[in-house]
């Protein structure tokens, strides 16, 4: 067990419907970041938070959007969504080092999204 | 922004052979390179990492060894086991970005 938390662990959706995934970070981690893993393919980076605020910021469509929230837990909103958005959404959290990666990042247990 | 390259993507030995991986990564300013190991449905996990100002870090069967100049990093796991079988990721960060980029994985296979 990581301490991190996602849900939901399944999710499945018609296309053009908008969905939030939920990502609790491990006691006293500062960073989260979300990755997108499609079938065969690797961590594909969408974004980073750093203690309520955006750090940076990867290949993400502008049809997602991502916030942390003042209690650390981040949620990931994928909208107006298409078959290809079908993938396993991992959250990561970390202690931070000022929003810059210094040490290990803590996998959650993953979202797996089916757009029907 | 930083991009990773990984090498091969597929890779298959005997058990008790030894298993080479390769990366490279474009941000000079990148000073921790993580691997990462991810079984079949489930999360990745960290198997060792190295930083910058290190050339090289061993933890039993598994090593990793860092060029900063050529900006490559290679996991070299000796006497493989068919429990190594598994998707390996390398990743740079720390960089100018402050996130982590993987590369694309590595299948690994390791044959009875």
């Known amino acids: 067990d990581s301490g991190v938390t996602q849900t939901p662990k399944h999710l499945i959706t018609a296309t053009g419907q908008r969905v939030t995934l939920r990502c609790s970070p491990r006691s006293g981690d500062l960073s989260v970041y979300w990755y997108q893993q499609s079938l065969d393919q690797g961590l594909q980076f969408l974004i980073q938070?750093?203690?309520?605020?955006?750090?940076a910021k990867g290949n993400i469509l502008e049809r997602f959007s991502a916030q942390q929230f003042p209690d650390l837990h981040s949620e990931l909103n994928l909208s107006s969504l298409e078959l290809g958005d079908s993938a396993l959404y991992f959250c990561?959290?970390?202690?931070?080092?000022?929003?810059?990666?210094?040490?290990?990042?803590?996998f959650g247990e993953g979202s797996r999204l089916t757009v029907l | 922004g930083e991009n990773v390259e990984q090498h091969p993507s597929t890779l298959s030995v005997q058990e008790g052979d030894s298993a080479v991986i390769k990366c490279t990564y474009s941000d000079s300013a990148s000073n921790y390179f993580p691997w990462y190991k991810q079984e079949l449905g489930k999360r990745p996990q960290l198997i060792i990492d190295i930083r910058s100002n290190v050339g090289e870090k061993k933890d039993q069967r598994i090593a990793v060894t860092l060029n900063k100049t050529a900006k490559h990093f290679s996991l070299h796991i000796t006497e493989t086991q068919p429990e190594d079988s598994a998707v390996y990721f390398c990743a740079a960060g720390g960089g100018s970005q402050g996130n982590l980029i993987f590369g694309k994985g590595t299948k690994l296979s390791v044959k009875p």
């Open positions: 938070y750093y203690n309520g605020e955006e750090r």
């Open positions: 990561a959290s970390s202690v931070g080092g000022r929003g810059r990666v210094t040490g290990e990042l803590f």
